[in-house]
């Protein structure tokens, strides 16, 4: 069986063996967080395989198991707005968002194998795949109410389309799933042990995905919490109110998730959860995010929210407004109208 490997930039390594070809992001000190290079080599990679009839199968994973893809590389976009280079890294994050785009609509089957840490850009490169796959290792989590973003990545659109108020809660919380409550959300299709993704590829190099997967079981459907119930409010303040009513563990880890997060990207995630649910695509959803992204770059917030997070790491972000009583409705929706250079 013959093994061929295509000549890229270090950061996307490539494989193909069989009628397989391998995708395996190699940032392992950034935990393989999505940047434009990062980007752009896996859509060289899907340019070449696109011609090439041989692979007829994508299998796309992180070259460590750490981390699948922790999400899009926050400090390189905070370099860039601090040094006045908003527009051109917008630009950048908006090819970043094509490729995910095209992995999405891609021609042949693509696996992801979202094994470890898969947060944000992670998800737009994996949680889009024909085949999705988590394991007992796997973190997801759309966080970045934290940082003063809002869901993108194509996030918005699975967020939307889980079932009850679930994705609504994770929307404003950034909280963590667990590999279950993944597939039974819809960001996930199948839950396996991570010592058997080796066997699985070998099994991918001649088979295809709807054959492989036929024998996997399915998850149990993870119970509803309590706590999505809280989200059926007409706004987010009500939400709340029934939210602080609620005792136990996991009430309070919502609160504080929420007590730390940004007040304008809480109510813009909010609003934008709700729009969600009413596009009929997935593209639709991408085209709101990045209407979403391109505004809130351009306010304190998300800088102070990287800066206290990331680079000072004091996790003592000084919000803009600090409060979610003086978050301005009508800024909100300014951020859904289209931007002007």
Not at 116 to 138: C, K, N, P, Q, W
Request: proline share 5%; aromatic share 6%; charged share 20%.
């Amino acid at each position: 069986m013959t093994e061929t490997h295509l000549s890229l930039t270090p950061v996307v390594l490539t494989q193909q063996k069989g009628h397989l070809g391998r995708i395996i992001l190699n940032r392992p000190r950034q935990l393989n967080a999505v940047d434009y290079e990062m980007a752009c080599g896996i859509g060289r990679v899907l340019d070449a395989w696109e011609q090439d009839l041989s692979v007829r199968v994508i299998v796309l994973q992180g070259g460590e198991a750490r981390a699948f893809c922790a999400g899009g590389d926050l400090k390189a976009i905070y370099a860039h707005i601090a040094r006045g280079e908003t527009a051109e890294i917008y630009q950048k994050m908006l090819a970043t968002y094509a490729v995910m785009r095209r992995i999405a609509a891609f021609s042949r089957p693509v696996v992801s194998l979202m094994d470890g840490i898969a947060m944000g850009g992670g998800i737009g490169l994996g949680g889009h795949a024909a085949y999705r796959v988590v394991t007992e290792r796997s973190v997801l989590a759309m966080p970045e109410t934290g940082i003063g973003l809002t869901p993108d990545a194509g996030g918005s659109w699975i967020l939307s389309r889980a079932p009850g108020f679930f994705g609504l809660r994770l929307a404003v919380t950034g909280g963590v799933m667990t590999p279950q409550q993944a597939v039974t959300s819809g960001f996930a299709d199948y839950l396996m042990q991570s010592d058997t993704l080796p066997a699985l590829v070998s099994e991918l190099e001649h088979r295809m995905p709807e054959d492989v997967f036929a024998a996997v079981p399915h998850v149990v459907p993870a119970r509803a919490s309590e706590l999505d119930a809280c989200f059926d409010a007409p706004d987010l303040p009500s939400a709340l109110e029934k939210l602080a009513c609620i005792s136990g563990e996991e009430a309070q880890k919502d609160r504080d998730l929420i007590a730390r997060a940004c007040p304008f990207s809480l109510c813009l995630s909010w609003e934008a959860w709700h729009r969600a649910r009413t596009l009929p695509a997935l593209a639709d959803a991408f085209s709101q995010e990045e209407c979403l992204v391109g505004h809130l770059l351009r306010r304190h917030d998300f800088s102070e929210g990287v800066r206290s997070r990331l680079i000072d790491r004091d996790n003592t972000p000084r919000w803009s407004p600090s409060v979610l009583d003086a978050v301005n409705d009508e800024e909100i929706m300014q951020c859904f109208e289209a931007l002007h250079e």
